[in-house]
């Protein structure tokens, strides 16, 4: 059976609008090109050090001649991308924690505090202090799961967030999703 309308409260801080905006970037088209680009600067990366590693071998059984110095460089070369790839992850989200707290970090703004969310077949309707916003479904692209978030896309890039915190345990958390997505399948296919 459907719900025909289902309401929750949930407060939001800072640490839930990163999390909006990491999700974002890890599945927006541009970060499956930047991902795609780096899968082959890596790869090259990992074969010229493998050139590098043969070159090295060959030029210490011939008594290190040039192919030694050829092969060191390469490595090096090879080796340069590595400590970027394993700090780019820290570096986005530090710089979108770092953008976040600039900009809502006074805590006067609409996403920021405490959001009363109404969903129903019309709709997913959001009041809060400083702001009343309601989407209607056809204005819904999907909804998605993460483990301490709900997040209601509206394309281009907006969201309605709601954390887990709003509920008791992880079965209420689960079933409020489950609910929503059935509401917001049926509001798609009526349309």
């Keep these: 059976m459907m719900p025909n309308e289902i309401k929750v409260e949930c407060q939001l801080n800072n640490d839930d609008i990163i999390a909006w905006h990491y999700y ?3 599945n927006s088209p541009e970060w499956k090109r930047l991902q795609k680009s780096k ?9 010229l050090s493998f050139v590098g590693l043969i070159a090295i071998l060959k030029g210490i059984m011939t008594e290190f001649s040039p192919w030694g110095w050829t ?28 953008k976040v707290n600039e900009l809502y970090g006074h805590g006067k703004d ?3 505090g ?40 509206s394309p281009p890039q907006s969201a309605f967030l709601i954390s887990k915190r ?17 509401i917001f399948q049926a509001a798609k296919t009526a349309s």
């Design 110 to 112: 609409s996403l920021v």
């Design 39 to 47: 899968f082959f600067v890596y790869s090259s990366a990992v074969m």
């Design 114 to 153: 405490i959001h009363k969310y109404t969903i129903s077949p019309q709709g997913v309707h959001d009041v809060t202090e400083m702001d009343d916003t309601t989407f209607k479904w056809k204005a819904i692209d999907n909804i998605v799961q993460t483990r301490e978030h709900i997040f209601i896309l």
């Design 71 to 98: 092969g060191v460089c390469a490595v090096l070369f090879g080796l340069a991308p590595v400590p970027r790839y394993l700090l780019t992850q820290r570096y986005l989200r530090n710089k979108i924690k770092k």
């Design 166 to 182: 709003a509920f008791p345990d992880e079965v209420a958390f689960n079933q409020f999703f489950k609910d929503i997505n059935t």
């Design 24 to 26: 974002y970037l890890q």
